[in-house]
């Protein structure tokens, strides 16, 4: 449907500082020529799209502009409530967090939303239990987690079965 489209749009360039014409393409699984029909109906409705051309080009919102266009769907709002692994979340410390999260998300989803969401948390639930089969503390996951969040490259060796060295 266009307007979903046009909706995504706005989105992935709100989400992204410039995409290209392809890359949105292919996103959203429309032709090239698509993306340039809905690019101008955007810019006709006084949606701020540009385009820049050349190597470095794509489409980009003026700088600043957001909208505030936060209307989930059912099936999104169902897919974040599938319950995560505890002991994933524990090992990477982001329990209390992801806690948190899930209760300002609930808050900001309107009211008959609310319980279809509650439905799917205590109705789902994916069993992680050969997660992790130990207990103890594994020291190289904080750095891991460090290295992933500042886009850092590890190098990690394989010694023999539950030992690395980072």
Known sequence: MRADRLISIIL???????????????????????????????????????AKRGKNGG???????????????????????????????????????????????????????????NVVWNRIHVDTSTWRQSTEKIEFFKILQQAIWSERKLQMKYKRAGSFIL
């Open 59 to 117: 489409w980009s919102l003026l700088e600043g502009y957001r909208t505030n266009i936060t209307g989930l769907k059912d099936n999104e709002i169902k897919s974040l409530f599938i319950s995560p692994s505890p002991r994933l979340l524990n090992d990477l410390g982001l329990t209390t967090d992801w806690n948190k999260a899930r209760q300002k998300l609930i808050a900001s989803i309107p009211r008959f939303l609310q319980k279809n969401a």
């Open 12 to 50: 992935l360039l709100q989400n992204n500082e410039k995409l290209t014409t392809k890359a949105l393409a292919n996103e959203l699984e429309v032709t090239e020529r698509t993306i340039h029909r809905d690019m101008e109906a955007l810019s006709r409705t006084g949606i701020p799209v540009f």
